[in-house]
C-alpha cells in the first residue's frame, strides 16, 4: 500500500482497514478486547502499520496518566541471547503501542540502578531477564510492575515469571549422552551466581546419579571462551583418566572446551563428546559443529511482554515453560573403546 505525502490520521487508517474510527482507537489504544474481534484488531493495525501511522501517544498518555513504556534489564548486551529477549518483546510491544527501552545493568546480575530521575514516573513496567527479582528494586520500588525472565518462580516478588525449560534442557543433554555410552563426565559450569546455572547443575548430578557407574566432576569458569580454555586445560593435566564427555553451561564455555580439548593433542568427538546449551550463532562456527539445546531467546521476550500487558490490564498472565529442544550436531558420539 502506498504510503501519503502528508501525515496519516486515524481516519485514514479506519477507511484502509474498513472499520469506524472509533474501532481504530480502540485497537491502537489497546482496549479493543471483547470490544472489536482478533480478525479486526490485526487488521488496523496492519492498516496503522502500511501507512506509517502512529498515534499521538504524548497527548494520550497525559490524559490517561501512563507512558506506555517498558524497561527491560538485562545483565548485558555482549550475549545474543539478550538481544533476541529484546527482539521478541519490541515486536510485542509496538502491536500494544508500547515501547521498550534497553538497559544492560552496570552491575551485570547485581543490583541495577535507575537509570531515570524517577523510573516510577517514566515507565508502566519493569522486565528483568536472568537476574534475582531483588536486583531491579531500585528501579521499579514497590510500584511498578515487575515480569521476571529465566529466573527463579519461588517466592518472587515479581508479578509473573517467564521461564524456558532449562530442567528438560538438560535431561535431554544427560539422557543423549548416557545413551551413548557415556559415564565419565566434566560439568564446565558457568562461575555466575544465577539461578538459572543452579538448575543446570541439580538436574545433569539428578539424571548422572540414576546411572550406576556414571561420575561427574564440576569446574566454574567466567562465561567467556578464554576462561573455560584455562579451566579445562587444568583440569585434563590433573592425573586419572580423562572424562569421556563434557556438558558446558552455555556455547562459550563449549568453545573454550574445544580449544583446550585440542591444545592437549586430544579430538572432538574422537576422544571427548562436547555438549553447549543456547545454540546461539557459535554453535555452527565451530568444528565439529556443536550439539548443544537451542533456546528460543525471541519466544522469552514476547511471552515476557505479553505477561506484563496481561498484568497491566488485570489479566492473569498464561502459565507453563517454554519448550526447549536438543539439537544433536557433530561434537557427541559414543566414548572410544580407549
Known amino acids: 500500500m502506498a504510503r501519503s505525502s502528508t501525515r496519516p490520521t486515524s481516519r485514514d487508517v479506519a477507511q484502509a482497514a474498513g472499520v469506524s ?17 482478533e480478525t479486526t484488531a490485526q487488521r488496523v493495525r496492519q492498516a496503522a502499520r502500511d501507512l506509517g501511522y502512529r ?3 504524548a497527548a ?9 513504556t517498558v524497561l527491560l534489564v538485562v545483565p548485558a548486551l555482549t550475549n545474543e541471547f539478550f538481544a533476541g529477549v529484546y527482539t521478541g518483546a519490541a515486536r510485542v510491544a509496538a502491536d500494544h503501542g508500547f515501547g521498550v527501552v534497553l538497559y544492560p545493568s552496570p552491575a551485570g546480575i547485581g543490583p541495577a540502578r535507575d537509570p531515570f530521575a524517577s523510573a516510577q514516573a ?3 513496567g519493569v522486565i528483568a531477564s536472568s537476574m534475582a527479582a531483588d536486583a531491579v528494586d531500585e528501579i521499579r520500588g514497590d510500584q511498578l510492575p515487575l515480569v521476571m525472565l529465566d529466573s527463579d518462580p519461588d517466592g518472587s516478588p515479581g508479578a509473573a515469571t517467564v521461564n524456558l525449560d532449562i530442567t528438560d534442557g538438560v535431561r535431554q543433554i544427560a539422557e543423549h549422552l548416557l545413551t551413548l555410552g557415556h559415564r565419565r563426565f566434566l560439568h564446565v559450569a558457568a562461575d555466575v551466581a544465577s539461578w538459572t546455572f543452579d ?21 566454574h569458569a567466567p562465561l567467556s571462551i578464554e576462561a573455560a580454555l584455562t579451566a579445562v586445560e587444568a583440569a585434563l593435566a590433573q592425573p586419572g583418566p580423562h572424562p569421556t564427555a563434557m556438558v558446558c553451561d552455555d ?9 583446550a580439548i585440542r591444545r592437549l593433542g586430544l579430538r572432538v568427538p574422537d576422544d571427548i563428546s562436547v555438549t553447549g546449551l543456547d545454540d546461539l550463532a557459535l554453535a555452527t562456527a565451530i568444528d565439529p559443529e556443536l550439539t548443544t539445546v537451542r533456546l528460543d531467546a525471541e519466544a522469552v521476550g514476547e511471552r515476557g511482554m505479553q505477561a506484563l500487558l496481561a498484568v497491566l490490564e488485570g489479566r492473569t498472565p498464561d502459565a507453563g515453560d517454554i519448550p526447549v529442544e536438543l539439537v544433536v550436531r557433530g561434537s557427541t558420539a559414543p566414548p572410544s573403546a580407549s
Open 55 to 57: 498515534p499521538n501517544l
Open 122 to 124: 517514566a515507565l508502566d
Open 251 to 259: 556455547d562459550k564455555l563449549a568453545a573454550g572446551a574445544y580449544k
Open 199 to 219: 538448575v543446570r547443575a541439580r538436574e545433569l548430578a539428578a539424571r548422572t546419579a540414576a546411572v550406576p557407574g556414571t561420575s561427574v566432576r564440576t569446574i
Open 21 to 37: 474510527q472509533a474501532a481504530v482507537s480502540l485497537v491502537l489504544g489497546d482496549k479493543w478486547r471483547g470490544r472489536v474481534s
Open 60 to 68: 494520550r498518555n497525559l490524559r490517561l496518566g501512563h507512558t506506555r
